[in-house]
């Protein structure tokens, strides 16, 4: 998602047809499952969705990138930051609300039949590097992992996407502001290993779009060691462990 939103790539494909949403296509982009939250990063999936492929280039994310919309009950949203011809990466607005009666479709010269989504408060799902979460060490932004693993009492960060609504509001596609931040308006809890994590910090990341990251205490126990189940909860909902 970061690296979508700085750079720009366009590949001449020729178009074969009108856009189509396959079914299912429009998912979580962090765990492709189908549940869709404010503010949250969705991708969606089809055929003939664009004749290039396009990264955004520059914050705030445009309503169309390289001729290609996406709309919700007809409406373009704010926040596209990827097209191809196969798929299509975009915010969806803060402005929902939980429920039905929503639809999303894909406008390139001609918009896609509608798909039918149900709009859930928040639906946390974390984005993964391969099978491992993406946790960074803050000090030296190097990634958790086996070579360096996360120490009791440690900070670490997580990205994700799907923690809903955030206090104080931020413009659908603009940059999270540094000050105040954005904090998730809901309760957001971390697990790590079954045991509570102290969570210092839950919202947009500051100076990008549409990026959650949640700031966590590493639990000091002397048995949690190797491998552990990473789950983060806003209240009800929870992520993928």
């Given at each position: 998602v970061v690296r979508q939103v700085n750079a720009l790539l366009v590949w001449n494909i020729p178009p074969s047809g009108p856009p189509t949403i396959s079914p299912g296509g429009v998912v979580?982009?962090?765990?492709?499952?189908?549940?869709?939250?404010?503010?949250?990063?969705?991708?969606?999936?089809?055929?003939?969705?664009?004749?290039?492929?396009?990264?955004a280039a520059s914050l705030p994310l445009p309503t169309s990138l390289c001729g290609v919309s996406v709309l919700v009950n007809g409406n373009p949203v704010a926040g596209v930051n990827y097209v191809s011809p196969t798929q299509v990466n975009s915010l969806a607005p803060f402005s929902l609300v939980p429920g039905s009666g929503y639809t999303v479709s894909v406008q390139f010269g001609v918009a896609s039949p509608g798909q039918s989504i149900t709009v859930t408060p928040a639906s946390p799902a974390i984005f993964m590097s391969g099978n491992t979460p993406i946790l960074i060490h803050p000090f030296n932004g190097s990634l958790v992992n086996g070579d360096a693993p996360a120490q009791g009492g440690e900070v670490l960060v997580s990205y994700l996407t799907g923690l809903g609504a955030v206090c104080p509001t931020v413009a659908d596609g603009a940059a999270a502001p540094f000050k105040p931040l954005a904090?998730?308006?809901g309760k957001v809890a971390v697990t790590l290993g079954g045991q509570q994590a102290d969570?210092?910090?839950?919202?947009?990341?500051?100076?990008?779009?549409?990026?959650?990251?949640?700031?966590?205490?590493?639990?000091?126990?002397?048995?949690?060691?190797?491998?552990?189940d990473l789950v983060i909860q806003v209240m009800p909902a929870t992520s993928p462990p």
């Open positions: 979580n982009a962090a765990d492709y499952k189908a549940a869709i939250s404010p503010g949250q990063w969705v991708s969606i999936f089809g055929t003939n969705l664009s004749s290039q492929t396009c990264n904090q998730v308006c969570v210092q910090f839950a919202g947009l990341s500051p100076g990008l779009a549409g990026l959650y990251q949640v700031n966590f205490v590493v639990p000091s126990i002397s048995w949690l060691t190797g491998p552990q």
